[in-house]
């Protein structure tokens, strides 16, 4: 297969533009300089202009389109150093004059006369990486030679109205919790609608001064938790560890119709428009929906719920009214408030953790009909092992979920994306030596690419052929 026939996948399967593989820094924590032996990833050089040409043709307008990114083997690099770039970007506004664009980037290319060009293009949505908002910790962390460039981005994405998520790695055994802190309150100052702390992870091949120490991430979530109380803007944690389905509300985006409500973080979204969000994609995806959103809402789950109902009018800012009443019962023994968004195309501004999607289920239980399963083995990753489980605990078969470790990538990896065959088969070996046969094995579809192939090219029908068990991707 060659490089730019994955392009075209990834164009017309995941609406990602790849413009090229290149980057102009070197981060101490990129994934590629830790993959094992066996890894098959792919370089792309920069697309010529009859390539973009032929890529724009598998784009969809009505969804957002992503640069910056790849959902396949190829690797991802600083779309700004493509030499064509704005001529590019140009192109594609002519196309497609109403999509959303998405630009992930590095922000050293991020000129003042680049950002006022940009800001032509809109919609737009920037994805910041910045990772430190010190010149001493761009050096240290990414090789930034320059890191006034990116330094000076936040503001002036700012002050040319373009709306930008900011993002960092979080390392602060490498650049001190100073550097930490004072990085998510630049970005926060700076008009961040979201900033994304990223934990890092590293592989068995990892040197040493990336293997961060014991406790980290609770340490991390200790800080964001007095970060929060200087800023609005949500700080969301990622990969989150999570151990319910419980729709929470993760943050709140200033400005926007939930925030205009008075919704809050920490908030238990009970019902939408009359439905139960089952998990907390679920609650996101109902409450995107445009137009008038009816919500019910737990104020603390994990203590007392409020006492009154109140009905807010979202919308315009200065536009909304508030009336109280007696209290208003889920059915299940909760009371909560009521509130109603006026949601755009711009969404309710409700941020969640990622946890499972239910859109799932009907895939499982098919699956099982498909083999006549009994005996049903779902293997998955540490991280979502425990909300997998909460997830099918309510379909009327018998399932087992059980956590994979990653033994290809060692180290910290626990995320089911970088799963392999070789450990699912490990995972079922020992499954089957504790506990006995099955008659069906489920693996997550993310481990493996639209052909079926795991990172290390393994199929994943490789597995049913060494079991003699049947095997479905969900």
Not at 40 to 50: A, D, F
Not at 77 to 97: N, S, Y
Not at 99 to 124: F, H, S, V, Y
Not at 393 to 414: M, N
Request: proline share 7%; hydrophobic share 40%; with cysteine.
């Amino acid at each position: 297969m060659d490089n730019f026939h994955l392009a075209l996948v990834t164009a017309s399967r995941y609406n990602i533009l790849p413009l090229t593989s290149t980057c102009n820094l070197a981060c101490l924590f990129c994934s590629h300089r830790q993959n094992p032996p066996g890894v098959e990833t792919w370089r792309l050089p920069p697309l010529k202009g009859e390539e973009v040409d032929n890529l724009l043709d598998y784009l969809d307008g009505d969804r957002k389109i992503v640069i910056g990114e790849s959902a396949t083997r190829l690797i991802e690099g600083e779309p700004l150093t493509h030499p064509d770039f704005l001529a590019i970007m140009r192109k594609i506004r002519r196309r497609f004059p109403r999509a959303r664009l998405e630009i992930t980037t590095n922000g050293t290319l991020l000129t003042p006369k680049l950002i006022r060009e940009m800001a032509d293009l809109q919609p737009l949505e920037i994805n910041l990486s910045l990772n430190s908002a010190s010149p001493e910790g761009r050096r240290r962390l990414m090789g930034d030679k320059n890191p006034g460039a990116a330094l000076k981005a936040p503001m002036a994405l700012q002050q040319a109205g373009i709306i930008y998520q900011g993002s960092l790695v979080a390392c602060p055994w490498l650049v001190g919790w100073d550097d930490f802190r004072e990085t998510i309150l630049y970005l926060a100052r700076a008009g961040a609608r979201t900033i994304r702390v990223f934990l890092p992870g590293y592989t068995r091949l990892a040197p040493p001064e990336l293997r961060f120490p014991p406790g980290l991430r609770r340490q991390i979530e200790g800080e964001l938790e007095q970060l929060r109380s200087l800023t609005d803007v949500p700080l969301l944690l990622e990969p989150p560890f999570l151990d319910n389905l419980l729709p929470e509300v993760e943050g709140v985006i200033p400005g926007t119709p939930a925030a205009r409500a008075g919704l809050k973080r920490g908030d238990l979204i009970l019902e939408i428009d009359g439905r139960k969000p089952r998990s907390r994609v679920e609650a996101y995806r109902l409450a995107a929906v445009p137009g008038q959103r009816r919500l019910l809402v737990g104020r603390s789950h994990r203590k007392n719920y409020g006492s009154s109902e109140l009905k807010l009018t979202g919308g315009q800012p200065g536009k909304s009214n508030g009336s109280c009443s007696e209290p208003s019962a889920t059915g299940e023994g909760i009371q909560g408030a009521f509130f109603e968004l006026e949601v755009g195309r711009e969404g309710s501004g409700l941020t969640f953790a990622w946890d499972f999607d239910p859109d799932l289920l009907p895939e499982v239980e098919k699956a099982c009909r498909r083999h006549s399963a009994r005996k049903v083995l779902i293997l998955t990753s540490r991280l979502g092992a425990t909300v997998v489980k909460d997830a099918v605990a309510g379909l009327s078969l018998y399932l087992e979920v059980v956590a994979t470790p990653s033994r290809f990538f060692g180290g910290s990896i626990g995320c089911a994306g970088l799963l392999t065959l070789a450990d699912f088969q490990a995972a079922w070996q020992d499954w089957q030596e504790a506990k006995g046969p099955t008659d069906l094995i489920i693996l997550p579809s993310i481990a493996f690419d639209y052909q079926g192939r795991d990172l290390a090219g393994e199929h994943y029908l490789n597995l049913a052929a060494s079991t003699g068990v049947p095997v479905e991707l969900v």
